[in-house]
């Protein structure tokens, strides 16, 4: 998931602005579906996307209202099925060792 952020982070300042996601999909969207994206994912309001609000984004289901939905599609089309499965493949199993984490730590402290 941070692998796909840094497609979209083009100068890695860990934020995206609406110039950078034109640039990573090739100028393909119009000024209101940048201004959508980043509004659909700005949690805190700054006019960026930071990787938190991306991965929050993310691991919500990558669903929202029309900017989030457009990223989504837009990420799906610029990414290759087996590169959007290895993705998904690494977060899941950075999950469960998160999760195994607090488990053995949660058992210890029995």
Not at 32 to 49: C, F, Q, V
Not at 53 to 58: A, I, K, P, Q
Not at 74 to 99: F, G, N, W, Y
């Amino acid at each position: 998931m941070l692998e796909i952020f840094g497609l979209l982070d083009r100068d890695q300042s860990g934020k995206v602005d609406k110039g950078e996601l034109g640039e990573a999909f090739s100028q393909k969207l119009t000024g209101s579906e940048t201004r959508a994206m980043i509004r659909d994912l700005d949690y805190n309001g700054d006019g960026l996307i930071s990787s938190r609000e991306f991965t929050e984004w993310w691991l919500a289901g990558r669903r929202g209202r029309k900017g989030a939905s457009l990223l989504s599609k837009m990420i799906s089309a610029r990414l290759s099925l087996p590169e959007v499965s290895a993705v998904m493949s690494d977060t899941l199993r950075d999950l469960s060792k998160q999760m195994e984490s607090q488990v053995r730590m949660k058992t210890h402290n029995l």
